[in-house]
């Protein structure tokens, strides 16, 4: 069967069709790329403040855990938690005791800091599989508003119910927090055309850092300066901008651009047929057993696991560490420890930009893409945790290092972030869930490990071993997904099996009336 000329040049492609090249839309694609009130740029605009959201839930506890505890009490037969290593000079705010109110060692502080991702790792798939029958929206706009609700009742859980009570309160903030990431897939599916995946996906994953970037320093000042103790006004204020995002997102944001009311139909028209190559999108059941033998789908796996162990490793106990040892106060605590997200933060929508025209202008396959950019977001930050492991007492050598280092990580959402919407991109939100289910498993070692590393011994030596650990994650799984990942669309995932397949499927049914299987138009290869 000889494909079409147009059919032969997408393949050649790995799959991936230039929006120019496709059928009509030529005046579609020049009547939309100028204008900057689409309806995805405020679909992208709005997960991304979701996305800060979701990582100001996260964040604000590794800060609010240091003013909570009482520092002095935990002895356990040690002098104090503090490391005496490192001299006070130099230091415009450094102190010594800002005790909380509760007695938790090292230990406890870990377990409390992962009860967050219990909740949040087991709702991954089961939201991924429901986003796909039912849709994303509503199940990202209402986890969400569950989580931000329940952050109002973090201080009575923790002053009534103490260490327990509490991380069963941010068990269920996890739990709604859950679909963030599979269903912010699955939207950006169904709104992102193939050429604006990079900066779109960039734009929204870049909330986590945004959103760490605000939540530490203002966190920070709350537990110095808030109301109610201090550390308790850290929940009420993410707790009601969170519920405010989540009314407003379940009101103004639309499934897909077929379910929007107001939108342009040239935008419409514009984003379905560059997906889809249609106006209408068709997804068949989930090739489950296809994609558990696919090379490339577990080096997004082992990718995004190693991603997520190194960065809960820093973001959980970063404060803890600058608390610890470089011993600085409540207020430069949150601020000196969000300079590493600002940084990651900028980086990644540069280097965002640099992959969508890496891959442009065809001087660069999707492949070598995402592997490009892969390594430097992995390769980074395991060599700045390992140098920052000699810098000692240079508490600005050591933050420098740490910064440029979470600053390189800003480039996995143009590796294996995105990654999964170039190998399928109409299972992209259920692939999403899998990974990041398992990536969370992970993640929730890494303040547990870090914890009992550190329980009444914070010397730079045992601080070292947490960074060794979190810097050969990091470069063994980054390894992985150069050997093994694809940014080729794979073939359980080629429109052309669900004609054949559909064919056989009426073959089955009628068995004595003759089945004619037509070549696929060029249409049904497109994203």
Known sequence: MTLPRQQQINRQRNGHVLVWDQNGLNEIFEDTKPRCFQKRFFVTFMLFLGMANAYVMRTNMSVAIVAMVNHTAITDGHDDVFDDECPNWNLTEVEESQDGEFVWSSAQQGYILSAFFYGYVITQIPFGMLAKRYGALRFLGYGMLINSVFAFFVPIAARRGGAWGLSVIRFIQGLGEGPIVPCTHALLAKWIPPNERSRMGAAVYAGAQFGTIISMPLSGLLAEYGFDGGWPSIFYVFGAVGTIWSVAF????????????????????????????????????????????????????????????????????????????????????????????????LFSLFISVVADWMITSERFSHTSTRKIMNSIGQYGPGIALIAASYTGCDRVLTLAILTVGVGLNGGIYSGFKINHLDITPRFAGVLMAITNCSANLAGLLAPIAAGNLIDNQPTIAQWSKVFFIAAAVYIICGTIFNIFGSGKRQPWDNPENDHINDNHEAQRHNSSAPVTIVPASPEKTKQ
């Open 250 to 345: 379940i009101i103004w944001v639309y499934e897909d651009p077929c379910s929007h009311p107001t939108i342009s139909e040239r935008e419409k028209k514009y984003i379905n047929n560059s997906l889809w190559g249609t106006s209408e999108m068709k997804i068949p059941p989930i090739p489950f057993r296809t994609i558990a033998k696919s090379l490339p789908f577990y080096a997004i796996l082992l990718a995004h696991m190693g991603h997520n162990y190194g960065y809960e490793t820093l973001m959980t106990e970063l404060p803890t560490y600058m608390k610890q040892v470089l011993r600085f106060s409540l207020k430069s605590n949150g601020l000196l420890s969000s300079l590493p997200y600002l940084a990651m933060w």
